[in-house]
């Protein structure tokens, strides 16, 4: 079967921003091959490889360094229709998968003896075809490409030597990190939406604790409020997922939220969480008090909250990231908690389906804050006896300092254990 070539359009600017840099490398292209690297590029994010790792490799995106050249998106022909929608300038090249496309009044016709059988879910040999005719159309089959070296599967790299067996790959990975760095004005849209709906979740699923709930039912309860929250509104069309790590009392270890113990008189409730808007994933957590939390919880909260305040205040253009870590880390220590050891106090966010995106707030970073990014800031605990504490917000970097995102007060909020209702 024959491969079909149609169009789709991405993002000018961030196109024109990866030219440029694939010139300035001296590259003749770059094959993107990650969810987030081929959303940025096209403007489309394939359900199939965003969502089922397994589909690794089975959906790529080719930027040639010349601007006379198209980008060009290869993409299995059951979602072809949606890329086209999200993409319209992009040329597309599409090989089939297991899903028979027909009308009805197709599969009345008469069987064609010629035709053959579709896939069980798709033909490595097309998809080979597919990228050889993608390189080849660009004559960059000889040529030195970038891609995502350290994120390919075994099978990708394979398709890659027979696809182009002359070509060079080299890592263009980190060169996408720093590009995706800067937002765009409509990205930090996406992401302001997320977070509203992130803490509508929060909202909802505080406004239902009572006690004897576990982190598995405020989990659930989160994720109620988010759907509810998205269910209708146009506001929220973009929202396709949403995360979050729970936590009450001491039961303070990363986790969906575990179905043992229950909420008590006292106990802290912690979210770390975010959802997903256009995808873009927002990442960001308050910390709720569940009745009357012990003095030596509401001393640490105070500190951290300050540190926190300290960590967002240092973010001002020209600074140094690591300045944020230093002073807020110092901070901590200097109110009474020398010991306290972590590793980073936020990072970059985006389109990454683990929103932590480079380059990270740590004590030896030489990263420049820089106008237009957007970052999540934290300097939370995870004490087995206090507690979890977490405030996070989502900050972007404008000319005269940061923006926060989030717009829930940053004090610790208490909650009825009777009524649920906030005191």
Not at 179 to 207: C, F, N, P, Y
Request: one cysteine or more.
């Amino acid at each position: 079967m024959s491969l079909t070539q149609e169009t789709l359009a991405p993002s000018s600017t961030a196109v024109s921003h990866i030219r440029e840099q694939l010139q300035k490398r001296g590259l003749s292209g770059y094959l993107a091959t990650t969810p987030s690297n081929i959303q940025y590029v096209t403007g489309f994010r394939s359900y199939f490889v965003s969502e089922w790792w397994r589909f690794h490799g089975t959906v790529l995106a080719y930027v040639p360094a010349d601007a006379s050249e198209r980008v060009v998106l290869i993409v299995g022909d059951f979602e072809a229709e949606t890329a086209r929608k999200s993409a319209p300038d992009v040329d597309i090249i599409t090989y089939r998968l297991w899903v028979d496309l027909s009308t009805a009044s197709e599969m009345k016709k008469p069987a064609d003896p010629a035709a053959v059988v579709r896939p069980e879910q798709w033909d490595p040999d097309e998809l080979d075809r597919a990228v050889h005719t993608c390189l080849q159309a660009n004559n960059v089959v000889g040529s030195e490409l970038g891609t995502d070296l350290p994120y390919l599967t075994y099978d990708t790299w394979q398709r890659l030597q027979r696809s182009a067996p002359r070509a060079s790959w080299v890592d263009f990975s980190t060169d996408m990190y720093d590009i995706r760095l800067i937002k765009q004005e409509w990205e930090i849209d996406h992401l302001r939406t997320a977070v509203q709906l992130s803490e509508r979740g929060m909202i909802a699923a505080m406004s239902t604790a009572r006690e004897g709930m576990t982190a598995q039912d405020i989990r659930c309860a989160y994720q109620a409020g988010v759907a509810q929250a998205a269910l209708g509104s146009p506001q929220f069309a973009g929202y396709t997922d949403n995360w979050v790590l729970p936590t009450i009392g001491g039961s303070t270890s990363a986790s969906y939220g575990t179905a043992e113990g229950g909420l008590q008189d006292g106990d802290l409730v912690k979210f770390d969480c975010g959802t997903t808007v256009h995808g873009y994933r927002s990442d960001g957590g308050r910390t709720f008090a569940f009745g009357a939390p012990s003095q030596e919880a509401v001393s640490l909260y105070k500190v951290l909250q300050e540190a926190q305040s300290i960590a967002r205040d240092a973010l001002v253009p020209g600074a140094l990231l690591s300045d944020a870590y230093t002073r807020s880390m110092a901070f901590v220590h200097d109110a009474g908690y020398p010991a306290y050891n972590r590793g980073h106090v936020g990072h970059s966010v985006g389109i990454d389906s683990f929103h932590e995106e480079p380059p990270f707030i740590g004590p030896h970073s030489d990263a420049t804050v820089r106008e237009g990014m957007v970052l999540a800031i934290e300097v939370p605990t995870y004490t087995p006896d206090v507690g979890a504490i977490m405030i996070e917000d989502l900050v972007a970097v404008r000319a005269d300092g940061a923006e926060v995102l989030h717009t829930m007060a940053h004090e610790l909020t208490f909650v009825d254990p009777e009524t649920g209702s906030v005191l």
